[in-house]
């Protein structure tokens, strides 16, 4: 089950890296097309700009879960193994 979430999470990140790509592509032809900047040039900077932020948030997040989850299932995995070796020592002293 942990490999399906880590796959899924890489793709939602790519998905969102390739997003903010496009973000930044469409924000560099607009530059290079329009010198003298237009109100309809304007509006495209501002989808752009939106289109930016919300990858960027999306993938910032993602991340940011993906670490979480990485740390959740290293304590859980840290903590058997704890627990593993205190009643090989220790034995059954009930």
């Given amino acids: 089950m ?9 793709l ?3 998905f969102n890296g390739a997003a903010v ?7 560099a032809l607009s530059l290079y097309m329009s010198p003298d900047v ?5 509006g495209y900077w501002g989808i752009g700009i939106l289109l930016l932020t919300l990858a960027l ?7 940011f ?3 979480l989850s990485e740390d ?13 070796l205190s009643e090989y020592v220790g034995g ?3």
């Fill in 21 to 27: 790509l496009v973000a930044y592509g469409m924000l």
């Fill in 57 to 63: 948030v999306n993938f910032v997040k993602y991340r």
């Fill in 92 to 94: 059954d002293q009930d």
């Fill in 38 to 42: 237009p109100l309809s040039t304007k």
């Fill in 72 to 84: 959740r299932i290293q304590r859980l995995e840290d903590a058997k193994n704890e627990r593993l």
């Fill in 12 to 14: 939602i990140m790519f």
């Fill in 65 to 67: 879960d993906d670490r």
């Fill in 2 to 10: 942990h490999n399906n979430f880590r796959s899924d999470n890489a």
